[in-house]
């Protein structure tokens, strides 16, 4: 059975700085692409940054020159370096594994940006 684990959230002041981490146990045929999605209260859960098996990423307008995700594809691990973080950027952060079965998702980790 595939588990995937967030770690590294928790409480920052604006303009400080996060590192998360995703770890997966269990067997995983073949990766497709790995990625952090968020969602904040009252809101619905959107693609924060993800990253293919080739390392081509993609991510949300909002965090560009901000966040940079990457992996380490011998671990399926997936990590989301944060940078210059927003109150807006306040939200539970979920990794994700895409496989060429089904995409998986972790229970995801907080993340608040306040004074």
């Known amino acids: 059975q595939v588990h995937l684990v967030e770690s590294g959230g928790g409480l920052v002041q604006p303009g400080g700085s996060l590192r998360l981490s995703c770890a997966t146990s269990?067997?995983?045929?073949?990766?497709?692409?790995m990625g952090w999605y968020r969602q904040g209260p009252g809101e619905q859960r959107e693609l924060v940054a993800e990253?293919?098996?080739?390392?081509?990423?993609t991510y949300a307008d909002s965090v560009k020159g901000r966040f940079t995700i990457s992996r380490d594809n011998a671990k399926n691990a997936v990590f989301l370096q944060m940078n210059s973080l927003k109150p807006e950027d306040t939200a539970v952060y979920y990794c994700?594994?895409?496989?060429?079965?089904?995409?998986?998702w972790g229970q995801g980790t907080q993340v608040t940006v306040s004074s």
């Open positions: 994700t594994l895409l496989s060429t079965v089904r995409n998986y």
């Open positions: 990253i293919t098996s080739g390392d081509s990423t």
């Open positions: 269990g067997s995983i045929f073949r990766t497709l692409r």
